[in-house]
């Protein structure tokens, strides 16, 4: 119901008046999407100014999952921490623990195995693709369809359960330690993987068929929540988001690390900047994820998947940041050691945050079934931007 | 299928009404129970497998007691009274839809003479709950979504309204028996071209006033969350809900199946055929409308608010009218020879 | 499901599937105009879509009915936490290293007479409690992993949700219940090597641990895994004592090691850890230590050949003489079941195995048995009947199904059941029967002695 406070009773003669004066001027109303709603993946709250089904005014409230992980990690060492930090985008685990272990073998100079490298990479990319189809999955729901999420569900399936076999977890994998991996993949590993990422690319018709060549679906995203290059630029954007405004930059190649300089991979852009930009984007990373998995088990080579660490994984005095490409966006860790086991204070940047800040400018003058529709879109994990 | 009982006139209303009124529950259940199922293997899942035994049967059947047993909360703001008529405004009127729907040639509540103007108003009048629900409910959600379904009403009510006139026109009468009897050929078949237009035009407007995806943006459960029926609880969420919803789409299936697809006759005019008895064939057919209905319903997306008014008004309604320019043209011009009725 | 679904991705981006998406080539760009112009396809996008879901329509499910089907789950899953009660030493290692803090041990000191006339009295850690809050607990496996005596083990059994939190704290009987259901590692991708060596080409199961890397012993002591299973079985107070001996051990058995190669091919068959460390695999040593021998030593396993292995034991007085005083540690320490042991430590390890595969037990029986001690517990109906229903499913797959291919070359040790008689073990992988702790005498005495 309209508020009571700025309810303004308007009666016809008045609306009459209006009208012929050339104005026709409504109360507004605050629609107070979440912090419980079915669209924000979690507790996202977004206090919407609208008009009839125009949304004149967004403010996105964030906080409502802080849990102080960049507090809680000064008192954790680095092995408890990306226990933690795995938590923080729960649909990119491995890859957020990634960055962290990064930074620590390059403080502590460790060389990490090229098995492992690329057992790495497998991982993070297999990774990737979970939580690209998550997304694009979701954001059928949020139109309304919600068929594809249980196809990409199923799909999901079998890669997560080559995560399974090698990590023992689904969601929070802790699998990363400084100098390489926890232990070496249990046999069959490798074909239950090729088999996951093969099925998702032998079906990707199916995701295409139903969503992005679907008449509605297009009338849905074309040209809604459009985000111009500069205003990425501005605001930080990175990942599939800033790739969809047309930005080309993508850490794997831009900066690399791992092994990824070994694999031929493209990376996609698109010009718009719309939701249909970013969704194609997303889908054809999914592509370039699997090929890279797919040149990774063929080339990996044989080795221990840990290499040479001290017995006590303890960071000598310094800073270092590390950047990657999570699923979502750049993930960074700006690491300073004082010498201890533990962090003296570890600052992340996570993609999340920074795809999340741009949302009031995009969200202005849109309808309230875009917001919907803009909302998936800006991918974003709420344990990613609380943390 | 003479009932050979002699009763009263009010005597066999009241049996008639009796029927109905378990008949339509038991639509509600069965309904349910396949769009579960349907929706499942649809989706590549079994859908509920353990209540009832075999295959999930008794799943609606719970769900229906576990609503029914779950508290009625009602909204501390909200308009009390209105608040809790609003569910029997919108389940009592597809309960009356099933007076005028002919099952058999004498199978029927009542042939009314006006039956497709019967049909109309009273799916006209669950909207109305609707819209009352929606602001009684006191909760910006309910509000938006009931004044979507109120513009949805009006925008997709008037393509219903005009291809039922083709039918009306067709058949030269407004009696639902009259035009199941006027359908020798279907008339999705028959006019060539008109038939079909009008049917789908018609189907797309039964599912807009229905709010089944793609036209579902009033309910839209992941924008406005089931929109007037947010403070919605318990029986009176299953009622106005799930249960109306079920009711509606089976009613609409039996009457766009009688107006379009010949009710009770068969398919076509064909010796083997009529032998099989009208029932099955209204049933069949209403079941196959009810699986496509089902089946475009999960598969798309939903259209935009904005969306949806445009193609009501700029595509649905012009193309309305111009088949009942058609379909006078056909009446007037066509020869003889190719009237099939 | 469909063999269709792998082949290869090149293959796929050939195929002519509707396209768009799965070939991304150097036409990527003007393909994504296209996509975007062919707005107004007059429902063919719609009609495609209705396409795709109707084929699923008739398409096998892959659904999984879960309480009466169970996923096969990866024997690396993180269900559940086992304590090997006798290898725990009180170390308080995982309870320190918790990130959440949810293990809970207590423990007091025991002082035990002088091992010679005229020695040292010794002080042990005897366990007292030890539980593991699961209400807590956030499944990082961190305490599996520091644990340098192996007493604790994932299980891949994830059913013990109960209605109470309280109830999520298990105790150490309950997680000593646990270990019969804990497989043993599998087996090792192809290339897998152990860090620092050299260049085999193959290597046996479980071995990459990651403790290897922390553990001070060089790669250079990889041949003392063979001690490394005395070493876990060794009661705690000897376990204590421990790394200096096998430090020596691995001294003078380094040359050994070498010849004994061989034999210690088939060390598979001795009672090695889950976790053997790394740096400290001896039976890596022969090249193709792989799945035949695992077949072989598994049947050795079974048939009852303690002399095959005091065979080989006494083929290395090292290590006999070094194992010894453990053994009459053992019979002192009270913290260890009164299973019966053989003059050298290897025969315990044969008794404990995960719980026995071909249990042939009626399902219907397996269900009243568990209905019946669920109630007794206390248990809800509803509770009870549940679990009693996974318990017959369980059974019923464990008689119907082959045991499962886990190619493994290593028994798992497991909570020794006391006064039952291990059961031979069948040829390949034992599996976990049933996630309901037989009632049986199953938890050793613990600490209360």
């Known amino acids: 119901m309209v508020d009571q406070q700025d309810r303004t009773v308007k009666w016809p003669e008045d609306v009459a008046r209006e009208m012929s004066e050339g104005r026709f001027d409504t109360a507004e109303m605050v629609l107070n999407v979440g912090p419980q709603h079915p669209a924000t993946h979690g507790v996202f709250r977004l206090l919407a100014t609208i008009d009839g089904e125009v949304l004149i005014d967004a403010e996105p409230v964030i906080g409502y999952m802080h849990r102080g992980y960049e507090k809680l990690v000064e008192a954790r060492d680095y092995r408890q921490i990306t226990n933690l930090v795995s938590r923080m985008d729960w649909l990119s685990g491995i890859s957020n623990e990634l960055p962290m272990w990064m930074a620590l073998e390059k403080l502590m100079e460790i060389e990490v195995p090229l098995r492992a490298q690329y057992m790495r990479v497998i991982m993070v990319e297999m990774n990737r693709i979970l939580n690209h189809l998550m997304f694009f999955a979701s954001f059928g729901a949020e139109l309304g369809a919600i068929t594809p999420t249980f196809y990409a569900f199923r799909e999901r399936e079998d890669i997560q359960f080559a995560l399974e076999m090698a990590t023992g977890g689904r969601m929070h994998f802790g699998y990363m330690r400084a100098g390489g991996l926890k232990e070496d993949v249990p046999k069959g590993f490798f074909a239950q993987a090729l088999k996951g990422v093969r099925q998702v690319i032998a079906r990707l018709d199916q995701y295409e068929n139903l969503l992005i060549g679907n008449e509605i679906y297009k009338q849905r995203t074309l040209g809604v929540g459009v985000l111009s290059q500069d205003m990425a630029y501005s605001y930080g954007v990175t990942g599939p988001i800033a790739r969809g405004s047309g930005i080309d930059m993508d850490v794997r190649k831009d900066d690399p690390y791992l092994v990824y300089d070994h694999f031929d991979f493209l990376v996609h852009t698109a010009p718009n900047g719309d939701a249909f930009d970013r969704f194609w984007v997303l889908l054809h990373e999914v592509v370039e994820s699997a090929r890279i998995v797919e040149q990774a088990i063929e080339g990996i080579p044989s080795g221990p998947v840990l290499g040479k660490v001290p017995r006590v994984i303890q960071a000598p005095k310094g800073e270092v940041y590390v950047r990657t490409e999570n699923p979502l966006g750049e993930l960074g860790f700006y690491l300073i050691s004082d010498g201890d086991r533990r962090p003296y204070r570890m600052k992340i940047r996570t993609p999340s945050y920074n795809n999340v800040s741009v949302l009031p400018p995009v969200l202005k003058n849109t309808f309230v079934s875009d917001m919907i529709a803009i909302l998936g879109s800006f991918f974003f994990v709420l344990g990613d931007i609380d943390r | 299928m003479h009932i050979d009982i002699v009763l009263t006139a009010w005597q066999m209303l009241i049996v008639k009404l009796l029927v109905i009124l378990t008949l339509v529950p038991l639509v509600s259940l069965v309904g349910g129970y396949a769009l579960h199922k349907e929706l499942a293997h649809l989706q590549h899942r079994l859908g509920p497998m353990y209540p009832g035994g075999f295959h999930g049967v008794g799943q609606t059947l719970a769900d229906g007691i576990k609503f029914i047993l779950k508290e009625d909360i009602v909204p501390a703001n909200a308009d009390k ?176 199946a009688t107006l379009f697809l010949g009710g009770y006759k068969p398919i076509v005019p064909w010796g083997p055929l009529e032998h099989i008895p009208g029932v099955i064939w209204f049933v069949v057919k209403v079941v196959l409308m009810f699986f496509v209905m089902i089946w475009a319903r999960f598969t798309w997306p939903r259209l935009r608010e904005d969306q949806l008014q445009k193609f009501a008004w700029k595509f649905l309604i012009p193309v309305s009218l111009l088949l009942i320019l058609a379909t006078a043209a056909w009446i007037l011009y066509a020869p003889e020879s190719l009237w099939t009725r | 499901m469909d063999s269709i679904d792998e082949r290869p991705i090149s293959e796929s981006q050939a195929s002519p599937s509707n396209g768009d998406v799965a070939a991304a080539g150097p036409d990527y760009a003007s393909r994504h105009q296209l996509a975007r112009e062919r707005r107004h396809t007059f429902g063919i996008g719609l009609l495609k879509g209705m396409a795709v879901t109707i084929k699923h329509l008739f398409k096998h499910n892959t659904v999984i009915q879960y309480p009466d089907e169970v996923q096969d789950l990866s024997p690396r899953t993180r269900g559940v936490i086992a304590l090997k009660e006798e290898n725990c030493t009180v170390c308080m290692l995982c309870a320190r290293e918790c990130p959440d803090w949810c293990i809970y041990i207590d423990s007091h000191k025991e002082t035990l007479p002088p091992k010679r006339a005229g020695g040292r009295q010794r002080k042990r850690n005897v366990l007292d409690r030890f539980a593991i809050d699961y209400a807590l607990c956030m499944y990082c496996g961190i305490c599996v992993e520091v644990c340098p005596y192996d007493a604790l083990f994932w299980s891949r059994e994830f059913e013990y949700a109960e209605f109470d939190i309280r109830e999520l704290t298990h105790e150490k009987e309950r997680l000593s219940d646990w270990m019969q259901t804990v497989l043993p590692p599998p087996a090792l991708e192809e290339g897998a090597l152990l860090p620092g060596q050299p260049d085999a080409p193959a290597v046996a199961a479980g071995a990459a641990g990651p403790g290897s890397a922390q553990r001070p012993s060089p790669p250079s002591a990889g041949t003392a895994a063979a001690e490394r299973p005395e070493q876990a079985m060794r009661p705690p107070a000897a376990a204590a004592t421990a790394a200096p001996t096998a430090d020596a051990a691995t001294q003078s058995q380094q040359q050994a090691g070498e010849t004994q190669a061989a034999a210690s091919s088939a060390a598979p068959a001795t009672p090695t850890e889950e976790k053997a460390p790394a740096g400290a695999t001896a039976e890596t040593k022969g090249p193709d230590t792989k799945e035949p021998e695992a077949i072989a030593s598994s049947t050795e396993a079974a048939s009852p050949s303690p002399t095959d292995e005091r065979a080989r034991e006494t083929s290395t007085a090292e290590r006999s003489t070094s194992t010894e005083p453990a053994t009459s540690g053992d019979s002192e320490a009270p913290a260890v079941p009164e299973v019966a042991r053989g003059p050298n430590v290897e025969v315990p390890s044969e008794a404990p195995r995960p719980v026995a595969l071909e249990r042939t037990e009626d399902p219907e029986a397996v269900y009243q048995d568990v209905l019946k001690d669920q109630l007794d517990k206390g248990s809800s109906p509803q509770v009870a009947e549940a679990r009693a229903k996974v318990a017959r499913v369980k059974a019923e797959r464990g008689i119907k199904r082959a045991p499962t291919p886990v190619e493994t070359d290593k028994m798992v040790p497991s909570a020794p059941t006391k006064g039952q008689p291990p059961e031979p073990e069948p040829s390949g992988a034992p599996e976990a029967q049933d996630i309901e702790p037989d009632p049986g005498p199953v938890a050793p005495e613990g600490g209360d002695a």
């Open chain 2, 81 to 256: 009274t209105v608040f809790k008529l609003a569910p029997a405004l919108i389940y009592v009127p597809a309960i009356l839809l099933y007076l005028v729907i002919p099952i058999d040639k004498h199978l029927i509540v009542e042939d009314l003479d006006v039956g497709i103007f019967y049909i109309l108003a009273i799916g006209a009048v669950a909207i109305l709950g609707t819209l009352m629900a929606g602001w009684s409910s006191a909760n910006k959600y309910a509000l938006l979504g009931a004044l979507r379904a109120a513009a949805q009403l009006i925008a997709y009510e008037l393509p219903i309204v005009l291809t039922a006139a083709v039918v009306a026109m067709l058949a030269g009468t407004m009696s639902v028996v009259g035009i199941v009897e006027a359908q020798n050929w279907p008339f999705v078949l028959w006019p060539p071209g008109i038939g079909l237009v009008a049917f789908l035009v018609f189907v797309t407007g039964a599912m807009a006033e229905m709010t089944m995806p793609p036209f579902d943006m009033p309910v839209a459960e992941s924008e406005i969350i089931t929109g007037a029926f947010t403070e919605y609880t318990g029986m009176r969420f299953i009622f106005s809900f799930f249960g109306a919803e079920m009711a509606h789409l089976v009613a609409y299936g039996a009457i766009a």
